[in-house]
């Protein structure tokens, strides 16, 4: 009994084992091979990777002459990789040295390059020599589809030698025990050469989509509706970006896909690149790269420890003083990180040591496995093709320096072209395309991607191939064998679904193909295909009770300016931030950082230590003061001290200019500016419902110190002041404790400076150029300064010109008051019937942290959008309530209809104009 062996890609080995066991059982006497896999058993040479072949290919080009103009990439992997695949064609196709192009320097100098290289021997040259056609062949079968040129060249030997084509898989159940002799009744003639033969599938159809993903949905319902085996079906990407679409389209109808190259998800490939990347070069940017692909749970952590401390901290004994830069939470932070640090710093210690060697190897190894606790079989299977790939050239690594070809090569260790498991329809390239399968669709037909024949490229390119005087074929010869191939594989199938988008996902128009017009010989038929919306908009509404147990629990309502601003943002952002208190993640600051409040320590810290005002202190004497507030931050960050002498005076700068400026408002107004707030308190039943709004007015937060403007002349030394409109609105004692409240900012925008202003020279006036004064240059700068950095309230009439710039922009205590009023009327109306929609104000957006909560959902607030968004509220409600009123067995449909009735179109827009985000 003699063997049979089938010559398939190891991609189909899987599919052809199980079809085979479906066709004849347990079977001992076939067996499943690759194309390399049987010539290596044939010839007899020593195994040799490409990874191998590439360190000799270098190290023989170490005597390339310096002229060369090659000599300076003779260690790139890239143009090593070249002239592998270049003298694998060399010896494949016996071509000798004198046949070679020398008509340039180029030629010459590539000339060098294969001279030497010519001497390291090929397994190709063992396919040569070795006389195929003489060995009995009778049990070796190939399986028909469409082979690349090289390998059509190999088995046009091996069908002289006796292999047969493999045509049909029916085939198989004719390999009966006495396999050499198969079944009479096989249509397989030998002698006939496959590709001049046609199978023509029975059906072919050519269809075009309107993109890509049309293209996908459509193969997935015709496979449902035409009630498809899924084992028998192939597809074709043209795109191997197309998978993923491919994926959740399959996904969505439950239709099991085996992708032939699925992308890793295994980090142990990047784990190791990382780490070799790292021991080639220890940057700092590598080591947060392996930081990140060794722990990614932990990372961030680790890598924000090291931004902020690169060469390690010692705060364990470090007691805290309130300071502008580091606030005591970041510290606690800060500590909590130095303590979480502590195991790893044996780990970043020895990592500091690696070298390229063994040692080194095995550590790596080992912490990958300890970061791997429960490899998975790809990360098995990755690492062990790492280990047996350094194991191959270990020889070749002597120093740092002979890592990069290793780490290159890593790439090619995936994707893998065995399968570990196929279920159901299979998808892969048109190089699969076999008699496995008995229907195939060819996705992405168009002129880019089909035929899509190989050319030479790189440094070989067709230009130098062409100029080869003999043995290498022609490019025409070349086409016309892997069109005829390709042809052959596309009339395998019975079935065959060839696929053409119209357009891809931008929209640009795709080109059918003229080879594919020509052979189908009719245009692609389009396909509709209508798209039901996966995309349904999040519903956002609070039920009415849910509402009040947030908002309004106990009939009372307890708010702050703070969160009645928060609402008027947007509704959505309100609800989880006050509603459900969800809490912003906190982030710890890689950069050095001083909050607005340094600018109330130093006004503060000024009469203490010289008893004048801070607009009395020379440069110095400020700079001092702010020097003082950066002493904690200097014991904490001890290798950043150029950066906080920067940051420094850059601080005495934004102070002196801010005093600059403040100064003619204090000294008309004869006031002072006291570091403090002016709180707002509304306290008042709202029918039925205990109203309590406080707030403050002036804000204090990391960008922003508040301030009170007070007259000691008047006897306001405090700062405190509290403004109650329940008082007697006549009486306006209450609100004037304080003449202003101010915030500040210290973290202002540039401001541009102009250089001359352009008469045109309408009417009488001349054309001409006029440049700006200074105090005119001065007057913008402080504009635009001031309505960045300062926000107003109450600011009173001062006759200079800072002090209107303010009071421009200002509201005054009342109207404070009056809008906390009228934000809170509108957020007790919209949030009793549970509104909490994404209808936000521009700009809201931008540094939300509830992003991933709306989704498609939010919506810029504009008249329209809010009209169309409470339409469709309000009609959501009338269905609730009428479901509602049904389980009742009741009537309040006709009621509430006729409500509405009694309401006239005006009154009806203005219900939903009342809402409160217009
Ligand atoms: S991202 Fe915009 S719409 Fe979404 S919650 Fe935040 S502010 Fe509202």
């Not at 229907?439 to 030479?456: C, E, Q, R």
């Not at 926000?791 to 002090?803: I, L, S």
């Amino acid at each position: 009994m003699k063997p049979i062996t089938i010559l398939a890609p190891g991609t189909l080995h899987l599919p052809l084992y199980a079809k085979m066991y479906e066709m004849l059982g347990n079977t001992t006497n076939i067996r499943l091979l690759s194309l390399d896999s049987w010539l290596r058993e044939q010839v007899e040479f020593p195994i040799q990777n490409n990874l191998s072949l590439l360190y000799q290919y270098r190290k023989q080009l170490s005597s390339l002459s310096a002229a060369n103009s090659f000599f300076e990439s003779r260690e790139d992997y890239d143009f090593l990789r070249d002239c592998l695949d270049f003298m694998s064609k060399f010896f494949l196709y016996e071509l000798s040295i004198e046949d070679l192009p020398q008509n340039t320097k180029r030629d010459k100098d590539l000339l060098e390059v294969i001279s030497l290289l010519k001497d390291i021997p090929r397994i190709e040259q063992a396919y040569v020599s070795t006389d195929f056609e003489r060995l009995d062949l009778s049990g070796l079968w190939i399986l028909d589809k469409n082979y690349s040129i090289e390998e059509m060249k190999i088995l046009e030997r091996l069908k002289k030698g006796g292999a047969r084509v493999l045509k049909s898989i029916d085939e198989i159940s004719g390999f009966s025990m006495d396999a050499a002799n198969p079944s009479k009744d096989l249509k397989t003639n030998p002698d006939k050469d496959p590709l001049s033969e046609s199978l023509l599938p029975i059906n072919r159809y050519y269809w075009s989509t309107s993109n890509p993903r049309t293209q996908m949905e459509i193969i997935a319902d015709t496979i449902i509706t035409e009630n498809m085996s899924a084992e028998d079906i192939f597809i074709v990407l043209s795109r191997p970006e197309d998978a993923s679409v491919l994926s959740q389209v399959f996904e969505a109808r439950k239709i099991p896909l085996t992708l032939m190259s699925e992308p890793s998800i295994s980090p142990v490939l990047s784990q190791w690149k990382a780490a070799l990347l790292f021991v080639a070069d220890k940057s700092r940017e590598n080591l947060m790269n392996l930081l990140k692909e060794l722990y990614p749970q932990t990372s961030t952590q680790l890598r924000n420890y090291m931004d902020l401390f690169p060469e390690g901290s010692d705060l364990e004994h470090l007691e805290y003083t309130p300071n502008p830069l580091i606030s005591e939470f970041e510290f606690e932070n800060m500590r909590s990180m130095e303590l979480q640090m502590q195991p790893w710093l044996p780990i970043f210690e020895k990592m500091k040591t690696w070298k390229a060697n063994d040692a080194t190897m095995l550590d790596i190894g080992d912490l990958i496995q300890k970061a791997n606790p429960s490899p998975s079989e790809d990360d098995i299977r990755i690492f062990d093709g790492i280990s047996r790939l350094y194991g191959d050239v270990r020889s070749e690594i002597h120093s740092e320096l002979d890592l990069p070809l290793l780490i290159r090569h890593l790439d090619s260790l995936y994707p893998n072209s065995a399968l570990s498991e196929c279920t159901g329809v299979l998808a892969g390239s048109k190089k699969e395309i076999s008699p496995l399968h008995k229907t195939v669709f060819y996705t992405g037909a168009d002129a880019a991607h089909f035929p899509a024949f190989s050319m030479n490229g790189g440094i070989f390119d067709e230009a130098y191939m062409q100029k080869i005087k003999k043995g290498y074929p022609s490019l025409s010869d070349r086409l016309s064998l892997q069109r005829n191939a390709l042809f052959h594989s596309l009339e395998i199938p019975k079935e065959l679904y060839v696929m053409v988008p119209q357009a891809d996902y931008e929209g640009k128009s795709s080109d059918t193909s003229y080879e594919m017009f020509t052979w189908m010989n009719a245009h692609p038929k389009f396909q509709h295909w209508k798209d039901s919306s996966w995309y349904i908009k999040p519903d956002f509404s609070l039920s009415e009770e849910i509402s009040s147990q947030l908002f309004f629990p106990e009939k009372t309502f307890n708010a702050s300016l703070s969160s009645l601003n928060a609402y008027d943002m947007c509704p959505l952002k309100h609800m989880l931030q006050y509603g459900l208190k969800l809490k912003k993640p906190y982030v710890l600051e890689e950069r050095l950082e001083v909050k607005a409040e340094i600018l109330k320590d130093v006004i503060e810290s000024s009469n203490l230590w010289y008893q004048r005002p801070v607009w009395a202190l020379s440069k110095e004497e400020v700079r001092f003061l702010v020097s003082r507030q950066f002493e904690f931050a200097r014991k904490v960050f001890k290798d950043k001290t150029e950066a906080l002498e920067i940051l420094e005076l850059e601080y005495v700068q934004k102070i002196l200019e801010m005093v600059r400026i403040l100064r003619p408002i204090t000294k008309k107004l004869n006031a002072s500016l006291i570091p403090d707030q002016a709180k707002i308190k509304i306290s008042e039943n709202k029918d039925g419902m205990q109203m309590d709004i406080e707030g403050f007015v002036n804000r204090s937060s990391k960008n922003r110190t508040p301030f009170l403007l007070v007259n000691p002349e008047n006897g306001e030394t405090s700062g405190s002041c509290e403004i109650t409109p329940d008082s007697d609105q006549n009486d306006r004692s209450a609100f004037h404790e304080a003449m202003a409240a101010l915030d500040v900012s210290l973290s202002q925008k540039p401001v541009q400076n102009k250089a001359f202003s352009i008469s045109m020279g309408r009417g009488k006036k001349p054309v001409c150029a006029n440049e700006f004064t200074h105090e005119q240059l001065d007057q913008e700068f402080i504009t635009q300064f001031l309505k960045d950095a300062i926000k107003g309230q109450n600011m009173p009439e001062t006759d200079t010109f800072e002090g209107e710039v303010i009071r421009k922009k200002t509201p005054s205590y009342e109207k404070t008051v009056e809008q906390a009023r009228s934000a809170a009327d509108d957020f007790i109306k919209s949030l009793s019937h549970g509104c909490v929609l994404p209808l936000h104000k521009a700009n809201a957006c931008k540094f939300c942290a509830f992003k991933s909560i709306c989704r498609n959902g939010s919506q810029e607030r504009t008249q329209e959008s809010t009209r169309q968004a409470f339409a469709e509220y309000d009609r959501k409600n009338e269905l609730a309530a009428k479901k509602a009123a049904k389980a009742d067995h009741r009537h309040p449909v006709e009621a509430s209809d006729h409500e509405d009735q009694d309401l006239n179109e005006t009154e009806r827009v203005n219900r939903i104009d009342a809402s409160p985000v217009i």
